[in-house]
């Protein structure tokens, strides 16, 4: 079993939806929870980043933490096509972080 | 533009031979990071260096080294390079004191012919 589970999607919704994507964990050792974005042949960039449990929002992404579940979210309101992209959570303990193997999506205009 | 720059963007070379990647991290980050993306594999750690020194390492190769020099630009170097090694390699960097709060540079694409 992998440290960090991410399904790999590909995700596929129409412009405008709420997209929710997320990540599970089994070390509950994990403090710092992170969600880089990266699009095609590009480097990923760091979107959100988090410490404790509970939500933490920017503009149109709302990045969620349950510590006590070992279950992280990235919301998206409003979809662009522009938000297509790969999604990566990533966490970390020790100066080590973790990724997931990322999730596609895919808005649809 | 991020901030950390990485040359060349695309090298093609053949099996057997050597290459250099370099990096150049963003203005007052002391941290550098090495991975590896190819497609089966995902984002796979290599190596950290802080100001100069070798502060982690992941799943790198023997054929593969890297170092950090004084100006804190780093250089990665895969040798006897084998078909499997083609990939993006990314470098990032950061502050030293924030685990994963990285920038990442636009890579470097490589295909061993």
């Known amino acids: 079993q992998k440290e960090v589970e991410q399904d790999p999607g590909p995700l596929s919704v129409p412009e405008g939806a709420i997209v929710s994507l997320n990540c599970t964990y089994s070390?509950?050792?994990?403090?710092?929870f992170m969600w880089y974005r990266q699009y095609s042949r590009k480097g990923p960039e760091l979107l959100m980043y988090?410490?404790s449990s509970g939500n933490k929002e920017d503009g149109r992404f709302t990045a969620q933490v349950d510590k006590s579940s070992k279950y992280i979210s990235l919301f998206i309101r409003d979809s662009q096509p522009s938000d297509s992209a790969t999604y990566l959570c990533?966490?970390?303990?020790?100066?080590?972080?973790?990724w997931g193997a990322g999730t596609k999506l895919i808005i649809k205009p | 533009d991020s901030g950390v720059t990485q040359t060349p963007k695309h090298l093609i070379t053949a099996t057997g031979q050597r290459v250099t990647l370099r990096c150049s991290p963003r203005?007052?980050?002391?941290?550098v990071y090495w991975y590896q993306q190819s497609l089966d594999q995902g984002l796979q750690f290599l190596i950290q260096?802080?100001?100069?020194?070798?502060?982690a390492k992941g799943n790198i190769l023997e054929r593969f080294s890297a170092q950090q020099f004084p100006d804190l630009h780093s250089e990665l170097n895969l040798s006897s390079l084998e078909l499997g090694d083609s990939a993006l390699y990314f470098c990032?960097?950061?502050?030293?004191?924030?685990?994963?709060?990285?920038?990442f540079g636009s890579g470097t694409r490589l295909t061993v012919v």
């Open positions: 990032a960097s950061s502050v030293a004191d924030r685990v994963g709060g990285y920038t």
């Open positions: 988090t410490y």
């Open positions: 260096y802080y100001n100069g020194e070798e502060r």
């Open positions: 990533a966490m970390s303990v020790d100066y080590q972080l973790i």
């Open positions: 203005s007052g980050d002391l941290s």
């Open positions: 070390n509950s050792a994990f403090q710092y």
